[in-house]
């Protein structure tokens, strides 16, 4: 709809303006939508893509942390997908709440998640892993409702100047965690 001054002429255009603005709220709040987990409300695997593209900007050193959730199907198989997907929220929230501020965590799929931080060493990744170890076992003694939480982990902190592939970080991460994922199977099945 036209507006018009005391002359006469057109001094802007109201249907157009509100238009366009709703249009680009909307289109923000898509583009927003695309890059954040819908279950946890962490980065997704989107944002992750889009983010390790810009990986030569990144301060170093880097820790990269793979983190998995044990025993997701048994808890789905038990307890139904609802139960499930607050298992998921749950290692979410006290990954978020462990890990430092600084930290990118995205939900990358399922129960796995990645930490990417600007960690110096590897005592230091050792200490927010103690930290997560404490949440989970804070959740499991005062907070649990249905099953014990319980996450593995695998880590790796490079420099650029001796590890310049992120592939070989993702191998390394990846493969650290799935030993402690085995390492914990076989102690639980000793233990029964």
């Known amino acids: 709809e036209a507006v018009y001054n005391a002359d006469g002429r057109i001094i802007g255009i109201v249907g157009l303006i509100n238009d366009v603005t709703h249009r680009e709220l909307l289109q923000k709040e898509l583009n927003r ?20 593209e810009n990986f ?16 997701l199907k048994i808890v789905n198989d ?8 607050e298992y998921i929220k749950i290692a979410g929230i006290v990954l978020k709440l462990s890990m430092p501020k600084s930290s990118k965590i995205y939900r990358i799929g399922g129960d796995e998640f990645i930490v990417i931080g ?25 907070h649990k409702k249905h099953a014990e939480l319980s996450m593995s982990f695998g880590y ?4 650029v100047d001796h ?12 493969n ?11 102690l639980a099945g000793s233990q029964n």
């Open 78 to 85: 038990t307890y139904g997908h609802e139960v499930g997907d």
């Open 156 to 159: 790796d902190v490079f420099n």
């Open 56 to 71: 030569d900007k990144t301060d170093f050193p880097l820790a990269f942390g793979i983190i998995d959730c044990n025993d």
């Open 163 to 174: 590890k310049t592939y992120l592939e070989d970080c993702i191998r390394v991460t990846d």
């Open 176 to 186: 650290k965690m799935y030993e402690e994922k085995n390492r914990k199977k076989a």
């Open 118 to 142: 600007t960690i110096q060493n590897e005592q230091e990744v050792e200490k927010y892993w103690e930290k997560v170890c404490a949440g989970i076992e804070d959740y499991n003694t005062n």
């Open 33 to 52: 939508l695309a890059l954040i987990d819908q279950l946890t409300g962490l980065k997704n695997r989107n944002c992750f893509l889009r983010d390790i």
